[in-house]
């Protein structure tokens, strides 16, 4: 199990990385200032480990239902879960993606 933690801009980094620098948690403008010039990209791609995952499983021929329905319906999957379990939403993200 991956745990995560939220960092003071609201951005989730790995909960055993304290004192190591991280791109993750830095500002859109400190990051833009950094891929500016040098012809590199800052992609912000919202639970890509599920994309990434759903898109090799179908490489190979495969089908993970499960996932690609809640990739296809984050919102109203995470707004169920909420209701479900009778939690925020801050606290729920993590569990899900960890």
């Not at 791609?45 to 990739?71: D, R, T, W």
């Given at each position: 199990?991956?745990?995560?933690?939220?960092?003071?801009?609201?951005?989730?980094?790995?909960?055993?990385?304290?004192?190591?620098?991280?791109?993750?948690?830095?500002?859109?403008?400190?990051?833009?200032?950094?891929?500016?010039?040098?012809?590199?990209?800052?992609?912000?791609?919202?639970?890509c480990?599920?994309?990434l995952?759903?898109?090799?499983?179908?490489?190979?021929?495969?089908?993970?239902?499960?996932?690609?329905?809640?990739?296809?319906?984050?919102?109203?999957?995470?707004?169920?879960?909420?209701?479900?379990?009778?939690?925020?939403?801050?606290?729920?993200k993590?569990?899900?993606?960890?």
């Amino acid at each position: 199990m991956q745990l995560y933690r939220e960092c003071q801009n609201g951005r989730l980094v790995p909960a055993n990385v304290s004192d190591c620098p991280n791109i993750i948690p830095m500002s859109k403008e400190l990051k833009a200032s950094i891929f500016s010039d040098r012809q590199l990209y800052d992609y912000d791609i919202q639970n890509c480990h599920f994309s990434l995952f759903n898109n090799l499983v179908e490489a190979m021929g495969q089908e993970c239902p499960s996932i690609k329905h809640y990739l296809e319906n984050k919102s109203t999957e995470r707004a169920r879960l909420v209701e479900e379990y009778g939690i925020p939403i801050k606290t729920l993200k993590p569990h899900i993606i960890s």
